[in-house]
């Protein structure tokens, strides 16, 4: 069974530019979600999905972030336009259910705004 | 709102060597913990997962217990191995909330 992919693994935009992260979730695995760990600081949930709903986008940090999971398969995350605080890395997890169920991550993207 | 912390923040030991690492959660209303490992460079893999009905969970050479009333949890690693290099996090989920982590423990096991 293929774990969580996560694609870029790397990406180096300037401030302003856009950029979108992708993960494929674990093959039905209905929840999926989005953390961000940025320097210095420790893992912090950015949103849920349930298929392809969101179910909780509170940990967003502002409008500038928009996730999508279109087809309740694989997510995007589109960060327009990039600012430097923005630099960090974002994981991808899911899970088949939302409790009492292990979450599986993906390997992360490192995202550099300069 | 729930805060985690680890202590400590880095370990450094010989290799054999058995040792706990430790969490702690301000808020002992939670639905589960969980301890995973991130190697640098990696993303994170899950080592045990308790509930907050459980007390303790084993895998190999690793068991975590969970004491909720104290808003504590350890993961005990029995005899490491340098392979067990890596930095260890907490997690705690309370109950229809999500994953709340704390800032890792870094272990280095020397050969």
């Known amino acids: 069974e293929a774990g969580v992919t996560q694609f870029p693994s790397h990406s180096v935009i300037e401030k302003g530019q856009t950029v979108t992260l992708r993960c494929d979730p674990i093959s039905g695995h209905d929840n999926l979600y989005w953390y961000r760990r940025v320097m210095g600081k420790e893992i912090k949930f950015l949103l849920h999905f349930v298929k392809e709903s969101k179910q909780d986008e509170s940990g967003m940090p502002n409008n500038r972030f928009l996730a999508e999971r279109t087809g309740g398969t694989y997510s995007t995350l589109k960060v327009q336009p990039a600012e430097l605080e923005d630099s960090g890395v974002y994981f991808c997890?899911?899970?088949?259910?939302?409790?009492?169920?292990?979450?599986?991550f993906g390997p992360g993207t490192r995202l550099l705004v300069l | 709102k729930q805060e985690v912390t680890q202590i400590p923040a880095a370990l450094s030991v010989p290799e054999g060597e058995n040792l706990v690492l430790n969490c702690s959660f301000t808020?002992?209303?939670?639905?589960?913990l969980q301890w995973f490992r991130q190697d640098p460079g990696k993303g994170l893999t899950s080592l045990l997962l308790?509930?907050?009905?459980?007390r303790e969970q084993t895998s190999g050479r690793l068991n975590a217990s969970l004491d909720k009333s104290s808003g504590r949890s350890t993961l005990y690693i029995a005899a490491s191995q340098p392979g067990d290099s890596a930095t260890y996090l907490c997690?705690?989920?309370?109950?229809?909330?999500?994953?709340?982590f704390g800032p890792g423990t870094r272990l280095s096991v020397l050969p």
């Open positions: 308790i509930q907050s009905s459980q």
């Open positions: 997890a899911s899970s088949r259910y939302r409790d009492g169920e292990t979450q599986y």
């Open positions: 808020d002992s209303a939670i639905y589960n």
């Open positions: 997690a705690v989920r309370g109950y229809g909330q999500n994953f709340v």
